[in-house]
């Protein structure tokens, strides 16, 4: 079985940072693509939906970003830890919602990929 942990969220100011960090753990082959999400309840333009906010491929050499964090949010990853993170700077209130990390990870030698979820870690951004 795989684990994802986030830890690092928090209260923060608006203009503050945050760092999350992802570790994997437990059985597997390697870790494909990784990713931040997060849900904010009551958020009207997007319901209850989960949005993603920047992914990684394996090599770390690629990323991609939702374009309202653009600029201030960095995903990286340290594939000898295991681990993804996300540097967020410049935080606004809009940013305020539960942040999941989520990874493709290949449990053996197969071209299969099974998708895993982090249990989730509040983020809140106070004006």
């Known amino acids: 079985q795989v684990q994802l942990v986030e830890s690092g969220g928090g209260l923060a100011q608006a203009g503050g940072s945050l760092r999350l960090s992802c570790a994997a753990s437990g059985s597997f082959f390697k870790i494909n693509n990784m990713g931040w999400y997060r849900q904010a309840p009551g958020n009207q333009r997007t319901g209850n939906q989960r949005e993603l906010v920047a992914s990684i491929i394996t090599s770390g050499d690629s990323t991609n970003y939702a374009e309202r964090v653009k600029g201030r949010f960095t995903i990286s990853r340290d594939n000898a830890k295991n681990t993804v993170y996300l540097e967020m700077n410049s935080l606004k209130p809009e940013d305020t919602a539960v942040y999941y990390c989520?990874?493709?990870?290949?449990?053996?030698?197969?071209?299969?990929?099974?998708?895993?979820w982090g249990q989730g870690t509040q983020v809140t951004v106070s004006s």
């Open positions: 989520q990874a493709n990870v290949v449990r053996d030698g197969s071209p299969l990929q099974y998708s895993y």
